[in-house]
């Protein structure tokens, strides 16, 4: 059996696209006619009275994992695993054309658009043919088959969005996906069904769930359900479900892939092979064992696996006799045919009968008693961090060419497919071997690249004051801000930073820059001078390797309200005269062992524990502290002997265990932070920040690189312990949207045998974690800048996993052990953890919801040298502040999505960021306005599309479907859809959670 799929994907490099010019619109046009027999008309006829046998036939094809998405496309490096996905598209369109009754069904567009850019028009004709009589189906359509537990929800859409709009530019409305098909991620998040749902699909199909789950469901019949996505948004987000029997292979001994050694179907009397009756025997055997699973007279047999059909004709021969067969043979039982997911799904529902329903997620996903997939949480931490980062990034890029007037372009799209490929589930969920690894940071970088060169071209023109202006400034990211390093403010003793602000509401934050010098003056867009401080950077960033830095101080000042999608420039420079020279370096006293300003009082035990007790708010005191497991060294053979690896954590010790603390401490006060430094040893180290105002406490880890020389893999945490009562709950963020209660060993729909006690009750945290006490109303919340795996073992305590080395595989296919190295030894990452601990209330709430966004969707730092200009000259030269908004947001309301589209047009989704009955306050509906909501332009006409921007929403009718409790789910939005154009006003009602989307004209303003 294939392990799982990776989302690599790479199209970032080949896209020559332009397409978009001469296709169709991105939704179908009002006065196209339908023409085509594809979709649920095109589907087979099943028989009431007889099993339907419908024969899927599809190739799982991962945008990397084992080889690059490269190496997968071309068919390189077979030594590592034979795939070649142009193979596999040239000869299954080859193979469809022989018999009109074949059907195939491909998924990931980011392999499929690759093929489709190198094909001839005779080609690209019989694709359009197939398509349109429903004969080659898209199934899913996202870029690639994304994660669904460190993915955020941000960039899940994002990658659909562009997939979906690929396809129905390229092929129309036959192209348009109405089923979601993740049948190899790793469990699976609510947030995903609610998405899909709200992207107008019927349903969706996966392979992964826990054992013990699948176990009780073919009991009891209940493989099929109705998913409710959202407390918050209702039936809007419910989601029918098939859990597939087999994974995602075909039956036992009926592969017939080049890959396979299964005997083929012989029907040639004569032959001393002949073997049909004992083969369709065979076949139908294995359809009535999983017939008693399933409650309608429809059963969906999965025919491929990983990177089947490059020779599809063996597929096809023998799919082809195994039908004709089945039939001849037993034709007043069973109706075998050649169908797809959505046909599938088609019949089910005509069987009108009501289903059960879920209304929690799937995970952890646990595949034996000793195999939690739950490692890969946390697997890979730093391309975890530069995936957040390539999303952060895009969304700045993408308003700054919508506020900047500048069409979509090929950069864009490179940016949008890089971020795609990320998403796969072997790319963020680092589950790749170490050199697809390197290749998706390669692919994401580029893009990175080519995002500055767009942005800065933007924001010349929107800052300078004069058309006429000639000098070109160049505008410079710093992406290494994490360990204290950049070029641009190390090595200029004059230079402007300007602060882009891609959230919705203005921001007022701390600015932290690598420099050389002792001290600085920073100007605001005023004139006024602001206070500033630096703050030596600890000689563990100083020593990490490969950093090249040399900058001694982190130079650190108050940013006040960068407006929302706009900017703040300062202007700093090096004071280099004697006279002038005093250092803002605060004075380490050795004397002085705690910190905190006139909020906390923090210091640090004799066992390397940090110790924190608030003193405005009794009761609040609270301790951190690093403590590692040691990964289980197995040897795999059985359950019982499984080792810890990429995918999954299993300790060898029911207790993480205390580090020996032999470090040191160093505290550093000033008017704008206080810092503790502690190193617990020669490879663990943190920072923890109080700066002046903000009601946060910052934890900077850092970790690696670890050690191993014990010859013992190692699983790297850290603990926030309060003595809130908790009652075994907590509760994590699903894809960083929604809040799921979690409930320490247990499971909401099924009694719990657990045998890994530890792994068994992790999660993925992908932006937040949370732990509450009811009686006294008090709240801990981790908020995380990647994707992270967490547990609550202890009541009142947080547990998070930052970092993992270890030694041995776990089996699971990709053959190496999880021992990243970089220069040579092992990884080091550094991250951040906000935490905010205080009163549960309305305004803690929406505290915690600032600091989650501003973690996931950062100012972005431009550094401009400017050796040679004064400030006087910058300022009269450009504007330094601007904003993307002519009027203020609902605090509970952010843009989502303001994105160039096509033909002029702008893509906005507007997204409540409360859930319903969260918050008495803020869990309201309120209405917007976007009319004259923009600074740069007004809204003229608006047309609201599916949550993919991929069709009207008034022309989305989904599949109704009946639960137990007598609920009709009709899966439409109550929301009246929007379609307005030369209104005197635009207003749109966003209710608790909702994201509403649009595609949208503009006008300039004059």
């Known amino acids: 059996m294939l392990r799982l799929i990776p989302p690599l994907f790479l199209l970032s490099l080949i896209l020559v696209v332009n397409f978009f010019h001469s296709a169709q619109a991105a939704v179908i046009p009002d006065n196209e006619k339908k023409t085509t027999t594809c979709g649920y008309e095109a589907c087979a006829k099943v028989d009431p009275t007889k099993v339907n046998i419908h024969i899927v036939a599809h190739s799982h094809d991962d945008v990397g994992w084992l080889k690059t998405v490269d190496q997968y496309f071309y068919g390189h490096r077979n030594n590592i695993q034979p795939a070649g996905v142009q193979y596999i598209l040239n000869s299954a369109v080859k193979s469809l054309q022989e018999n009109p009754e074949r059907r195939f069904i491909y998924v990931e567009t980011a392999f499929f658009w690759k093929w489709w850019m190198r094909q001839d028009e005779r080609v690209r004709t019989i694709v359009r043919n197939l398509i349109n009589e429903g004969r080659l189906e898209i199934i899913g359509g996202g870029w690639s088959m994304n994660d669904e537990a460190v993915t955020h929800y941000h960039s899940v859409i994002d990658q659909f969005t562009w997939g979906f709009r690929i396809l129905n530019d390229t092929f129309g409305e036959c192209a348009r996906p109405k089923i979601g098909w993740q049948i190899d991620p790793f469990g699976h998040s609510r947030e995903q069904a609610s998405m899909f749902a709200q992207m107008g699909f019927d349903g969706v199909l996966f392979g992964r769930l826990d054992y013990q789950d699948k176990n009780e469901r073919m009991k009891s019949r209940t493989l099929e359900m109705i998913w409710k996505g959202s407390p918050s948004l209702g039936e809007s987000a419910n989601l029918f479900t098939t859990v597939l029997y087999n994974f995602y292979s075909p039956p036992p001994g009926f592969c017939f892939d080049i890959l396979c050694s299964d005997a083929p ?25 999983q017939n008693k699973t399933y409650r309608t007279n429809n059963l969906i047999i999965t025919m491929g696996n990983d990177f089947n059909y490059q020779n599809a004709d063996t597929w096809f021969t023998n799919l082809d006799k195994l039908i004709k067969y089945t039939n001849k043979l037993n034709g007043s039982t069973y109706n075998a045919i050649y169908s797809t997911p959505s046909c599938y799904l088609k019949a089910v529902n005509d069987a009108k009968l009501s289903w059960s329903t879920k209304s ?41 060419s919508v506020l900047n007037n500048m069409p979509n372009n090929e950069k864009i799209n490179k940016f949008r497919e890089a971020m795609g490929i990320m998403q796969h589930h072997d790319a963020v969920t680092g589950t790749e071997k170490q050199h697809v690894a390197n290749d998706y940071s390669r692919i994401l970088s580029n893009s990175m690249r080519d995002g500055n060169k767009l942005s800065a071209d933007a924001l010349r023109n929107m800052m300078k004051k004069d058309e006429n202006t000639e000098k070109k400034v160049e505008f410079h990211s710093c992406l290494q801000l994490n360990i204290s390093s950049c070029e641009h403010t190390e090595n200029n003793k004059n230079f402007v930073v300007t602060l882009y602000n891609p959230g919705s509401q203005p921001l007022s934050t701390y600015v932290r820059l690598p420099v050389k010098g002792a001290s600085y003056r920073v100007k605001d867009y005023l004139g006024m001078e602001l206070v500033t401080q630096l703050v030596p950077i600890p000689a563990t960033v100083s020593k990490i390797p490969g950093r090249q830095s040399s900058a001694v101080f982190d130079l650190v000042f108050l940013a006040l309200s960068i407006p929302a999608l706009g900017y703040q420039s300062f202007y700093i420079s090096e004071k280099t005269q004697e006279s002038e020279i005093q250092s803002d370096e605060p004075v380490n006293d050795e004397s002085v062992s705690f910190m905190g300003g006139d909020t906390y009082d923090i210091s640090v035990d004799t066992s390397g524990r940090v110790v924190l007790q608030s003193i405005e708010k009794e009761g609040i005191r ?38 020996n603390y032999n470090g040191n401490v160093q505290i550093f006060k000033g008017p704008l932070v206080e810092e503790l430094h502690l190193t617990v040893n020669e490879w663990v180290s943190e920072v923890v920040r109080i700066y002046n105002g903000e009601d946060r406490i910052e934890f900077n880890w850092l970790v690696g690189p670890i050690d191993v020389n014990d010859k013992i893999g190692k699983e790297i945490i850290t603990k926030y312990t309060t003595n809130l009562e908790s009652n075994g709950q907590f509760y994590t963020d699903s894809n960083g949207r929604e809040m799921l209660k979690r409930e320490r060993n247990k499971r909401p729909t099924w009694n719990l045998h657990l045998q890994e006690p530890v792994a068994g009750n992790y999660y993925p945290v992908t932006t937040k974690i949370v732990v509450r006490d009811e009686k006294r109303k008090l709240r801990l919340a981790a908020l995380t800048d990647r994707a992270q795996g967490g547990t609550s073992l202890e009541d009142g305590e947080i547990e998070l996993m930052v970092h993992r080395r270890l030694l041995k595989d776990d089996a699971f296919g990709v053959e190496e052990a999880l021992n990243e190295t970089a220069y040579g030894i092992g990884l080091v990452s550094r991250g951040e953890h906000s935490i905010i601990f205080g009163s549960d209330s309305d305004e803690f709430r929406l505290h915690e919801k600032t600091e989650a966004t501003r973690l996931a969707l950062r100012p972005w730092v431009f550094i ?25 947001l609902p605090s509970n309301v ?37 009319q004259d909501l923009f600074s740069a332009f007004i809204v003229t006409s608006v047309r609201e599309t599916t949550l993919g921007g991929n069709q009207w929403l008034e022309e989305n009718n989904r599949l109704k479907w009946t639960s137990e409790e007598n609920e009709i789910f009709k899966t439409n939005d109550s929301s009246v859809p929007l379609n307005l154009e030369n209104a005197s006003a635009i207003s749109v009602e966003l209710k608790p959670m909702q ?9 300039l303003r004059q």
């Open 265 to 289: 179907l012989i029907d040639d009397p004569e032959s001393p092979d002949y073997n049909i009756e004992s083969r369709v025997n065979q076949f139908l055997s294995f359809v009535n064992k």
């Open 360 to 400: 929690d997620d799937f995970f952890p996903y646990a595949s034996d008693p000793h195999s939690y997939w739950t490692g890969y949480y946390t697997s890979r931490p730093s391309i975890k961090l530069y995936e957040r980062m390539g999303n952060n990034f895009l969304q700045v890029v993408k308003q700054l």
């Open 622 to 659: 609270m301790t951190q502290s690093f403590q590692f497991y040691k990964g289980a060294a197995g040897n795999n053979m059985v359950f019982s002997n499984r080792s810890s690896g990429a995918y999954i954590f299993r300790p060898n010790v029911t207790r993480a265990v205390d580090f």
């Open 864 to 888: 401009s040298p400017v050796e040679n200009i004064s400030y006087d000259e910058w300022k009269n030269t450009y504007k330094m502040q601007n904003s993307g908004l002519a009027k203020s």
């Open 894 to 930: 952010q843009i989502l999505t303001l994105e160039p589209w096509k033909d002029g047009t702008v893509l906005l989704r507007l997204e409540h960021i409360f859930e319903s009955g969260e918050s008495g306050k803020y869990s309201i509906p309120v209405d917007v306005n976007i």
């Open 995 to 1003: 994201i509403r989307t649009f595609i949208v004209k503009i006008a």
